[in-house]
């Protein structure tokens, strides 16, 4: 390594996941041109990366705020650009990162252009998933399986109910994140985790029932309500919640359906929503290997299936519907307008959405790597998920504050209920 090179992270080498980072070197030669590198390992392994070429100042400076990379994993300005590029050597992978205590650490680097590429600056930035002084519980009562984070300091706090819930398992990055930014989060699971089953036929409203009710009862918790925060098929499950169960203040649907998908919904043991399929056939191969998904399910709104559609119109709480326009899993912005054309029909203006016009199915807390393609559980293949990487990485960062300002906004702490449970 060259001595006289200082790669800096700003302001500190050691920030939460969802912060952004200023890169920036310095004792380079003049205009030099330099490769920056970043690397990391996810939960499962996998090594991720990605590079990009830059060029040096008059004064052997580069600012990655202010400098734009001339190739590599990505082009043009892009302060964090080394982040959300990194892809795994494997095609068809997502990066995994759901357990709250394993912190992502990617490891920066700077290079000589020619040659052997020898390094001449490193350094390494902590992005942890929990932060300081916020609890992390897991919970194993009654029927729920989760974790529940809980911020520092007496509060009164929000409560969510975070839905990362298809495809098995536990996933807490959401839950940890929003509970440094103030929230207290229970997130389930619903099958696939713990002693649950590994693989579940129909849902019962129930055990959602059961969740509301366990986080209304936390001692930090203020709001009167809970709000919900969901991704994908959970999309449709939140909806549901918010439309027949009590207690539920505050819905941030992602890129999901208007109906309920794939089983049975179940409460109090008699069924309340039969399950809007798909077809398999209609699943587009691509060149890379991975299959486009967009146009499997059957329509919603057609006579054979309007008993599957979710009555939104008996919700008390807040909507934010939000659509990825380029998602390849489903059409979830026409999901979107179908919701809005039946809130209306019903004189509700209890919704805001959003849109965006270049993003990918799934949207995430930001700064993490860009997921163009992985395996889906459902239909057993590889599927490319949308998005052109940069927009994507933009709508991540625009959202995640949306989503705190709409729970922050509808979901009314108060004083005087909290202190009632100390």
């Known amino acids: 390594m060259s001595s006289q090179v200082r790669l800096r992270l700003l302001p500190r080498a050691r920030c939460m996941f969802d912060e952004p980072v200023k890169v920036k070197v310095a004792g380079l030669r003049a205009r030099q041109v330099v490769t920056m590198r970043a690397r990391t390992t996810d939960d499962k392994g996998l090594v991720f990366s990605s590079s990009a070429t830059y060029k040096a100042d008059g004064s052997g400076e580069i600012d990655l705020e202010r400098d734009p990379s001339l190739s590599g994993s990505y082009v043009g300005v892009e302060p964090m650009g080394l982040l959300w590029s990194m892809r795994a050597d494997t095609l068809h992978k997502r990066f995994i990162k759901t357990n709250s205590l394993n912190h992502h650490v990617v490891n920066f680097s700077v290079h000589e252009k020619e040659g052997e590429g020898r390094m001449l600056a490193e350094e390494t930035n902590e992005r942890l998933l929990i932060g300081d002084g916020v609890n992390r519980l897991p919970i194993k009562e009654g029927n729920i399986r989760g974790i529940l984070f809980t911020p520092p300091g ?8 975070d839905l990362y819930t298809f495809g098995g398992g536990l996933s807490e990055k959401r839950a940890s994140l929003l509970a440094n930014r103030g929230f207290v989060v229970l997130t389930v699971a619903l099958y696939g985790h713990d002693d649950m089953a590994r693989n579940i036929k129909e849902v019962h409203l129930d055990y959602f029932e059961e969740a509301i009710e366990f986080l209304k009862k936390q001692d930090k918790v203020g709001s009167k309500g809970v709000g919900l925060l969901s991704l994908s098929k959970s999309g449709d499950l939140a909806l549901s919640i918010a439309s027949y169960l009590p207690g539920v203040e505050a819905t941030v649907w992602i890129n999901g359906c208007c109906a309920n998908t794939l089983l049975p ?38 006579e054979e299936n309007k008993a599957t559609l979710v009555p939104i119109e008996q919700a008390k709480g807040r909507f934010l519907f939000v659509a990825s326009e380029d998602d ?10 179908q919701m809005v054309e039946r809130l209306q029909r019903h004189g509700k203006d209890n919704f805001e959405s959003v849109s965006y016009p270049a993003a990918g199915h799934y949207l995430e807390p930001p700064y993490g790597p860009y997921c163009p393609s992985s395996f889906h559980g459902v239909v057993g293949k590889p599927v490319l998920w949308g998005g052109e990487p940069r927009s994507h990485a933009a709508a991540e960062v625009h959202l995640w504050k949306k989503i705190q300002e709409f729970f922050r906004t509808h979901l009314s702490c108060d004083f005087t209920q909290t202190n009632a449970k100390l």
């Open 154 to 161: 007496r509060g009164p706090f929000p409560a969510l109910l």
């Open 265 to 302: 919904l179940y409460h109090k043991k008699s069924q309340i929503l039969p399950a809007l399929m798909m077809d398999i056939s209609k699943m587009v191969p691509t060149e890379s290997g991975a299959f486009i998904g967009k146009n499997v399910m059957h329509n919603p709104l057609a």
């Open 328 to 337: 390849l899993n489903w059409d979830s912005k026409a999901y979107v307008d």
